[in-house]
């Protein structure tokens, strides 16, 4: 029986840390223990980067009001930082969650985010859209042309 308690959960903290970005995916995974999990798209300088982060909520300690929040965010696109532990060694059934980075804080930093990157102060239109087809190879000259000047 103390083999099993070790090893179904890890208590270790090994890590903490924050990520900044906006929220992409938060779902419930999970066949014999349901686990929140999501994705966290990691914005630097404003910009979102190819940087993702992975995360659960722990299931053994689920901060209050944490799951409405993560929700939240994702529907709405909010920028938002995420205060994490990470844990050392294996999850080996995944009861506490599918990662190893379980979210203890998330504080709400910009809810308009979604919405000012969609806005532009500068606007414009399609006139046309043109299509380029090169068949084969073929070679071009070009001709200078001179002017004069008075």
Known sequence: MTFIAL???CTENYSNGERIGTIT???EHGRIW????GHLN???T???SSTGFDFS????NEPVNLITQLDSAANEGWKVKLNYH?????NW???RGATDHFITNLTILDRTFAESSTKSKISGKTIDTIYVVVIGQTSFTTNSIQTKTK
């Open 25 to 27: 995916q938060f779902s």
């Open 93 to 95: 059934f995944s009861n």
């Open 57 to 60: 909520v722990d299931n053994d």
């Open 34 to 37: 349901k686990s929140h999990e």
């Open 7 to 9: 090893f179904t959960s």
């Open 86 to 90: 990470e844990v050392s060694g294996y």
């Open 42 to 44: 990691v914005t630097q």
């Open 46 to 48: 404003g910009n979102n």
